[in-house]
């Protein structure tokens, strides 16, 4: 237990995973999920081993860690809970030790959208739109518990003009669709173990921000040191995409629309460097425009902040992909910022959480963040 204003729940089962036993829950010495905007989730954990039988550690001996077994952390500080990750062990690593009592298992995996990528595919889906596709993919796995929420695209392609063809993981392809139409697709558990939202949509810069990150204001203050901020004038790039016409063959270029992303900084940073979108020539002006944006949004953010912060000071789990406060610091760099990546590290008597922020520029929109 890290605290007794938190509790931490394990799951584990082949196919459902049920709760811990009590054995694996006491041998349990630390644990680490890493919670990305974009790539895989990921976790490790640490369990000390011991031999009940002359010839095993009965950890081992239960199956309980073998791949591919199902993994769920959960969280609850105070009332709310949080599922960390819904993954898949991957790896374990044993580290016998000379002395009783030191030797260690370490198991590591990946979330559940490593499923998505096990196996290659060839598939082709004539006359049917973006989201249609990847709401059929996604229907395979509904033994997973995805729940879709997918964003509704209006290009359909034409038979004679172009077939959508898959050549890869469910996946890679996903993704790319994603791309194409400038979005996101990301899977991320609810708060009921087992069940996961599988989102395929613009990236998610609005709602209500998390509780904020508090530095030099006394008894509010709950960052454990200072939170470093690095300004990068070389971060944002504007891309130059342009097109054929079919016809006259002539290249036409494609003015870049404004990024889809809520400003979440008073004065942006301006683009130094250009970029020249490929493979868009035989696309038409709206997917053009979509990669162009696409392509501009995932290097539009030129200030980026790091730091660590108690969970039980600051009183809920952090979650990336979100959008959370920053106090205390200055007006430069007060504000609004985007959740990029959190790391929980759990062991008996501690949780923090190291985290890593993006905005696209300097000074605050408001004068005043969510406490």
Do not use: C
């Not at 009940?52 to 709310?80: A, C, E, K, N, Q």
């Not at 096990?118 to 995805?146: C, H, M, W």
């Not at 079919?246 to 870049?256: D, G, R």
């Not at 490929?278 to 953010?301: C, E, V, W, Y």
């Amino acid at each position: 237990m890290p605290d007794p204003g938190i509790r931490l729940q394990l799951f584990l089962g082949p196919t459902v995973p049920v709760p811990a036993p009590f054995g694996v829950v006491d041998a349990l010495m630390s644990m680490e999920v890493t919670n990305k905007d974009q790539d895989r989730d990921g976790f490790q954990m640490a369990f000390s081993l011991g031999k009940d039988t002359l010839l095993d550690y009965s950890l081992l001996s239960s199956g309980i860690f073998d791949p591919p077994s199902r993994v769920i952390i959960m969280v609850t500080i105070g009332v709310l809970p949080q599922v960390l990750i819904d993954g898949i062990i991957t790896t374990h690593q044993v580290v016998p030790s000379n002395e009783p009592g030191k030797s260690t298992l370490h198991v590591t995996g990946e979330d559940i959208t490593l499923k998505l990528d096990l196996e290659q595919k060839s598939e082709t889906f004539p006359n049917q739109p973006d989201f249609l596709i990847v709401t059929r993919l996604l229907a395979s796995y509904a033994t997973l518990g995805l729940v879709p929420q997918v964003t509704p695209t209006t290009d359909v392609p034409i038979q004679l003009d172009r077939i959508p063809t898959q050549q890869g993981t469910d996946l890679a392809y996903i993704r790319q669709l994603a791309s194409n139409n400038g979005f996101v697709f990301y899977i991320e558990p609810t708060i009921v173990p087992g069940v996961n939202t599988a989102y395929w949509g613009l990236d998610n810069r609005l709602g209500l921000p998390q509780s904020a990150l508090t530095m030099n204001m006394g008894p509010n203050t709950n960052v454990d040191s200072s939170i470093t901020f690095s300004f990068n004038a070389l971060g944002p790039a504007a891309p130059v995409v342009s097109i054929i016409e079919p016809l006259t063959k002539v290249a036409i270029s494609i003015p870049l629309p404004s990024s889809l992303h809520p400003p979440l900084a008073r004065s942006a940073t301006p683009s130094l460097r250009k970029t020249i979108l490929r493979n868009t020539a035989n696309l038409n002006p709206m997917q053009a425009a979509l990669r162009a944006i696409a392509t501009s949004s995932q290097t539009s953010d030129s200030v980026t902040a790091t730091g660590e912060v108690d969970a039980v000071r600051y009183g809920q789990a952090l979650r990336s992909r979100r959008l959370v406060g920053v106090r205390g610091v200055g007006d430069s760099y007060d504000g609004i910022y985007y959740v990029k990546q959190v790391t929980h590290r759990i062991k008996p008597g501690e949780y923090k959480q190291s985290f890593t922020l993006t905005r696209e520029g300097l000074g605050a929109l408001t004068p005043l963040v969510v406490p």
